[in-house]
C-alpha cells in the first residue's frame, strides 16, 4: 500500500546537537510538507517543496533546514538554532492540484535530553 | 493571511447521539478549499470531509456533514450516529484556490477541538 513514512516514531536530542527526521513517500506525490503540533495548538506549516531541489519557508522556518533532492524523500533537519523543538512533527504529501487533500505520516515525537 | 478559528476545545456526545463541531474562518479570498480532519490518539492525521467554496452544495460523506455558510465564512462538521470510533481530535482547515510564485498550496489550521464519546 502507497503511504508516508516517518522515522523514528521517537527522537532524543541533546542540547547543541542537530537531529535530522526522516519522510518518504510512495504515493508519486508531488508537495511535501513538514508541520510542527505543540499541545493546544493546531499544526503549523515548517517548511515545503511542490518538486524536486525547490523548497519554500513557511511560517515557522527559523531553526529548522529541509531538502529534496528526491521526490520520495523530504528529510527535516532540527539544529541547535531552534531553542524549543519539543514538539510533534507531522509530514505531509499531495498530488498537484489545490483541491488535493493532504495525507499524513504517523508523525515523529521530539524530545530534548 | 487566513486565519481559522474553532472556539469549542472540547466537545462531548452520547454514543449514537448527533455532534456538531464549529469552525469560523477570515480570509479576503473568494476561492478556496476547507477540509476537516480527525487525529486519533495515534496521532495520525485523516482526512474526514472537504468542501470547495465555489459548490453551494454541502459535502457528505457517510454520517459525517458539513453546514458551509459562504457569507458567515463558517463551516461546522456534523457527525450523526456516533461511535466510539470517533472519539479524536478534529481540526479544521483552510486552503486558497490561488496559485501564486510562493504556492498556496497550504493549509492553515485550528486549534482542534476534542471529541469524546460517552458509551
Known amino acids: 500500500d502507497g503511504g508516508i513514512t516517518q522515522s523514528p516514531k521517537y527522537l532524543f536530542r541533546k542540547e547543541g546537537q542537530n537531529v535530522t527526521l526522516s519522510c518518504e513517500q510512495n504515493?508519486?506525490?508531488?508537495?511535501m510538507y513538514w508541520y510542527r503540533q505543540d499541545p493546544g495548538q493546531g499544526l503549523r506549516l515548517i517548511y515545503y517543496?511542490?518538486?524536486?531541489?525547490?523548497?519554500q519557508k513557511g511560517d515557522i522556518a527559523e531553526g529548522y533546514s529541509v531538502s529534496r533532492e528526491k521526490k520520495e524523500s523530504f528529510p527535516l533537519t532540527v539544529t541547535s538554532a531552534q531553542k524549543n523543538p519539543t514538539a510533534f512533527y507531522l509530514c505531509?504529501?499531495?498530488?498537484?492540484?489545490?483541491?488535493?487533500?493532504?495525507?499524513f505520516g504517523d508523525g515523529t515525537r521530539l524530545s530534548i535530553l | 493571511a487566513q486565519t481559522v478559528t474553532q472556539s469549542q476545545p472540547e466537545m462531548s456526545v452520547q454514543e449514537a447521539e448527533t455532534v456538531t463541531l464549529s469552525c469560523t474562518y477570515d480570509?479576503?479570498?473568494?476561492?478556496?478549499?476547507l477540509f476537516w480532519y480527525k487525529q486519533p490518539p495515534s496521532r495520525q492525521m485523516i482526512l474526514v470531509i472537504r468542501?470547495?467554496?465555489?459548490?453551494?452544495q454541502n459535502a457528505t460523506e457517510n454520517r459525517f456533514s458539513v453546514n458551509f455558510q459562504k457569507a458567515a465564512k463558517s463551516f461546522s462538521l456534523k457527525i450523526s450516529d456516533s461511535q466510539l470510533g470517533d472519539a479524536a481530535m478534529y481540526f479544521c482547515a483552510y486552503r486558497s484556490a490561488y496559485v501564486s510564485n510562493f504556492g498556496n498550496e497550504k493549509l492553515t489550521f485550528g486549534t482542534g477541538t476534542r471529541l469524546t464519546i460517552i458509551p
Open positions: 517543496s511542490q518538486i524536486v531541489n525547490d523548497f
Open positions: 468542501q470547495e467554496a465555489y459548490k453551494q
Open positions: 505531509a504529501s499531495t498530488r498537484g492540484g489545490l483541491n488535493q487533500p493532504q495525507h
Open positions: 504515493l508519486n506525490h508531488d508537495a
Open positions: 480570509t479576503s479570498e473568494s476561492d478556496y478549499y
